[in-house]
């Protein structure tokens, strides 16, 4: 195997990581803000192990960070290049289905744009 050959691999790989649904929708809850595993349980709708399968195959995958602190476990978008790709995809995927229905905003809700942060005024 050359050296382009595992460079496709790897970023296949990273690909794959996203390429469930579950795993979108876990995108989708955190690229803003941490959560705990309970508050992305809800959301989503899914059972604990369910989730926390996912979870952990995003955390060791590098796109997903965590901390824990006591006895929940947080997680917080830890790649924000593929935060913008998601959000990319998701921009493109709604201006196609725009043709069909008015779901824009909506997905564009899938992955919002961090709120910028004010800057403070010069005296």
Same mark, same amino acid.
Do not use: W
């Given at each position: 195997?050359?050296? &382009?050959?595992?460079?496709?691999?790897? $970023?296949?790989?990273?690909? %794959? $990581?996203?390429?469930? !649904?579950? @795993? &979108?929708?876990?995108?989708?809850?955190?690229?803003?803000?941490?959560? /705990? $595993? #309970?508050?992305? $349980?809800?959301?989503? =709708?899914?059972? !604990?192990?369910?989730? #926390? +399968?996912?979870?952990?195959?995003?955390? %060791? #995958?590098?796109?997903?960070? @965590? *901390?824990? !602190? =006591?006895?929940?476990?947080?997680? %917080?978008?830890?790649? /924000?290049?593929?935060?913008?790709?998601? +959000? +990319?995809?998701?921009? @493109?995927?709604?201006?196609?289905?725009?043709?069909?229905?008015?779901?824009?905003?909506?997905?564009? *809700?899938?992955? /919002?744009? /961090?709120?910028?942060?004010?800057?403070?005024? %010069? =005296?």
């Amino acid at each position: 195997m050359d050296k &382009l050959d595992h460079a496709f691999d790897a $970023v296949a790989a990273y690909f %794959r $990581v996203m390429s469930e !649904q579950t @795993r &979108l929708r876990i995108m989708h809850a955190v690229c803003e803000v941490e959560k /705990p $595993v #309970s508050q992305i $349980v809800e959301e989503l =709708g899914a059972t !604990q192990t369910n989730i #926390s +399968r996912h979870l952990n195959l995003m955390h %060791r #995958s590098g796109v997903l960070a @965590r *901390r824990k !602190q =006591g006895h929940q476990v947080y997680y %917080r978008a830890a790649d /924000p290049e593929m935060v913008e790709i998601c +959000r +990319r995809v998701c921009n @493109r995927i709604a201006a196609q289905l725009d043709q069909e229905k008015p779901l824009r905003g909506d997905l564009l *809700r899938l992955m /919002p744009r /961090p709120k910028r942060r004010k800057r403070a005024a %010069r =005296g």
